[in-house]
T-cell receptor, first 114, second 115 residues
Framework: GENVEQHPSTLSVQEGDSAVIKCTYS??????FPWYKQELGKRPQLIID?????GEKKDQRIAVTLNKTAKHFSLHITETQPEDSAVYFC?????????????FGTGTRLQVTL | SQTIHQWPATLVQPVGSPLSLECTVE??????LYWYRQAAGRGLQLLFY??????ISSEVPQNLSASRPQDRQFILSSKKLLLSDSGFYLC??????????????FGPGTRLTVT
């Protein structure tokens, strides 16, 4: 089955700096890669996603890049703010008919300090 | 717009007791539905998913079962809880109307503590 590895497990940056979180996946058939943000005690929230036919996607301060050949994808947050502090999860979708069967990484705890 | 509900929000149960967690989705038809478990400080583990009424796929052999009695209702059950069943249980849905929509959205979760 699919295996998703995520690094780093913790990341501390100063407000205004950039943050990068990296994930690798094992199954070359995976075709969809979402990123979720989870605040303490809350549900994961989808913040950005990318499909396998696209190399990069940007939404304001966040961007995701995908390298299918190397089977890795990354989340980039620019101009970080204290409200960006949370746990971020990457995931990869294995094609299973119409179901979105996702395998998640182990998460990155991002702390943005003043 | 679509809304996903879960209840109860929190639950404390003794070892060996039964469990029933409910998830319902509003504002969409024929959703794909999912149950995840998140252990404290850990990632999300897919437990079950369903593409239609009565259709359940199990991902991990365990002490739990799932059922989908109605199109927008998904239930997670156990006959006898174990201490290791403690965790944050999340229901999620994704559209089934198009192969171009893979987004998955989570409910508010149920925090289960088995004592």
């Amino acid at each position: 089955g699919e295996n998703v590895e995520q690094h780093p497990s913790t990341l501390s940056v100063q407000e205004g700096d950039s943050a990068v979180i990296k994930c690798t996946y094992s199954d070359s058939a995976s075709n969809y890669f979402p990123w979720y943000k989870q605040e303490l005690g809350k549900r994961p929230q989808l913040i950005i996603d990318i499909r396998s036919n696209v190399g990069e996607k940007k939404d304001q301060r966040i961007a995701v890049t995908l390298n299918k050949t190397a089977k890795h994808f990354s989340l980039h947050i620019t101009e970080t703010q204290p409200e960006d502090s949370a746990v971020y999860f990457c995931a990869a979708r294995i094609p299973t008919g119409t179901a979105s069967k996702l395998t998640f990484g182990t998460g990155t705890r991002l702390q943005v300090t003043l | 717009s679509q809304t996903i509900h879960q209840w109860p929000a929190t639950l404390v149960q003794p070892v060996g007791s039964p469990l029933s967690l409910e998830c319902t989705v509003e504002g969409t038809s024929n959703p794909n539905l999912y149950w995840y478990r998140q252990a404290a400080g850990r990632g999300l583990q897919l437990l079950f998913y369903s593409v239609g009424i009565g259709q359940i796929s199990s991902e991990v052999p365990q002490n739990l079962s799932a059922s989908r009695p109605q199109d927008r209702q998904f239930i997670l059950s156990s006959k006898k809880l174990l201490l290791s069943d403690s965790g944050f249980y999340l229901c999620a849905w994704s559209p089934r109307t198009s192969v171009f929509h893979y987004e998955q959205y989570f409910g508010p979760g149920t925090r289960l503590t088995v004592t």
